[in-house]
């Protein structure tokens, strides 16, 4: 049987992402309150401060760090080459009056590639941890060989990526 290179683990989806905080409270409220997320059940066997929430298919762990002071300093810079989360948005315009209304700092970009124009909002939560907001499903998924794709937000992972698994199941 020939492996699969295309899936060798053969993940799922996305799960969770987790993010150490000064303040949980703080943290929650942000995630809640200017990313649309809302608390789930947590599991309570957990030894340290925390919070689950969820929305837009993949869930955010907040940990309280066990030494706050300790943490690396925010840095106020807000560079759009940093590690980061992004998020698609229906709308940039209404993203970027929310945020003015909110007084969260934020940076602008665009990329072009072929005539087609990708908008992002780059800002830090609490712990200075780089959130992105973009329109970037107008920019198709071209892998290197093959056929190019759509982002999946427009079309079903999974028959992607069955599609793909089928391709290499021929070759």
């Not at 409270?25 to 919070?51: M, T």
């Not at 009056?97 to 007084?103: F, G, Q, R, V």
């Amino acid at each position: 049987m020939k492996e699969n290179r295309v899936n060798p683990l053969h993940l799922k989806s996305l799960n969770h992402i987790s993010v150490v905080c000064r303040s949980v409270e703080k943290s929650l409220d942000f995630y809640q309150n200017v990313l649309g997320f809302f608390p789930i059940r947590r599991p309570g066997s957990f030894s340290f401060d925390g919070a689950w929430l969820f929305n837009f298919g993949i869930g955010i762990h907040l940990l309280q760090s066990e030494d706050p002071e300790s943490m690396p300093k925010i840095v106020n810079l807000i560079n759009p080459k940093d590690n980061h989360i992004s998020f698609q948005c229906e709308s940039m315009s209404t993203v970027e009056k929310k945020l003015k209304e909110m007084e969260i700092e934020y940076v602008k970009s665009r990329v072009e590639e072929g005539g087609i124009y990708v908008d992002q909002l780059f800002f830090h939560d609490p712990d200075g941890s780089m959130i992105e907001i973009c329109n970037c499903d107008n920019l198709p998924v071209v892998p290197l060989s093959g056929e190019t794709l759509r982002s999946c937000s427009l079309i079903s992972c999974n028959t992607v990526q069955q599609k793909q698994q089928n391709i290499e199941q021929i070759v």
